[in-house]
């Protein structure tokens, strides 16, 4: 019988192996050449699925999405309300897979700057999570559809620096990030967001403001 | 006359330089000899004030902490109280100079966990960081020394990983992040962070707890 490869699940793979690489030497030092040696292939067999490190990256920036992703909006256990605090843990460097994908990002915000490709990748990527983020924000709140627009999108804003924040702290002291202090203090963000917007957001005062426009 | 040079002013001055390179061509490509061409010296004259790559690296580091700190703990204006806003706002990407740092910083996390060396540069760096912030929080919130030390410590912690997912946001997608909706989004994390502090802290629950042990 033939070999038959699944290709779609070999590219994940290779770029498995990528975000891996990247964690652990840097950006620049994950050359195909290395990401092949990591896999186990030939440099050959990875140009048969990739033509440039360019893609491999962006292969392994889609495959993180995908996986946070699918851990943010799983149902909850049993039927029951969706834990927004368990849901956000999911997008924290908590344990050492999740650490390789924070990392990988870190890696890849460090290099956005000096990197014009990257640059659009990365607003493609940005807007991605922004969306998946939103969903999970508006399932985890259930009084998320009584705030305003605005209240929302500052919300949002809030809530996903905050996850920036803790990765980048976390990936670069890692020693003063435990998981537990991680969930802590999104676990104390969440709350003071969440009173804000229940009591403080200037909703009113807003509302009057467009209706005179 | 002979030519008198003041050695610190020009190891600051390659320093600068060097941040402004990391931000511009990333952290593996600010190579020595294109630091060097960007100063406008010879690479031999960059190397009599830096051995290595690294040593300028954390010439950069200490020129930035030591102008942020110059920045957060100037006298405030007029005599009057030192407004913490406008304090914290120095560390934010607003403005070219201030990009660039924070490019330069989101660079080096990104390489962090890659580089033992880097690491225990970043966790002294680190310690300098968190307490220039406690002391600019110290002084810009009347009502500090009120907090318990564990609510202190959570509000530092917030206040800078909110700092640092800024940072990084906006080296990412400066397009998302003009100044205006920067200083606006942590002018919202100051006052929930306060109304919390001020509030639902559980300081009574905590000080019980410890009376106890």
Redesign the interface.
């Known amino acids: 019988m033939p070999k038959i490869v699944d290709h779609a699940r070999r590219r994940d793979e290779i770029a498995f192996v990528a975000c891996r690489v990247v964690?652990?030497?840097?950006?620049?030092?994950a050359t195909i050449v290395r990401i092949a040696r990591e896999a186990g292939y030939t440099t050959g067999m990875v140009a048969h699925y990739f033509d440039t490190k360019q893609e491999i990256v962006i292969a392994a920036l889609r495959l993180i999405l995908r996986r946070i992703e699918h851990r943010l909006t799983r149902p909850p256990d049993a039927g029951g309300e969706p834990d927004l605090l368990a849901l956000l843990t999911e997008a924290l460097p908590i344990d050492a897979a999740r650490f390789t994908e924070c990392?990988f990002w870190?890696?890849?915000?460090?290099?956005?700057?000096?990197?014009k490709r990257l640059k659009s990748i990365?607003?493609r990527m940005?807007r991605a999570y922004m969306q998946l983020f939103e969903r999970c924000l508006a399932r985890g709140w259930p009084q998320w559809s009584r705030w305003s627009p605005e209240t929302q999108q500052?919300v949002l804003?809030?809530v996903?620096?905050?996850?920036?924040?803790?990765?980048?702290?976390t990936?670069?002291?890692p020693?003063?990030w435990p998981a537990a202090?991680q969930i802590e203090?999104l676990r104390?963000?969440l709350?003071?967001?969440e009173?804000?917007a229940d009591h403080?957001a200037p909703d009113g005062a807003e509302k009057r403001v467009r209706a005179r426009r």
């Open positions: 964690a652990k030497y840097g950006f620049e030092q990392a870190t890696a890849f915000w460090g290099q956005v700057a000096a990197d990365n607003s940005h500052r804003r809030s996903v620096t905050f996850l920036n924040g803790l990765t980048a702290s990936v670069a002291s020693g003063d202090r203090q104390l963000h709350s003071m967001v009173t804000w403080a």
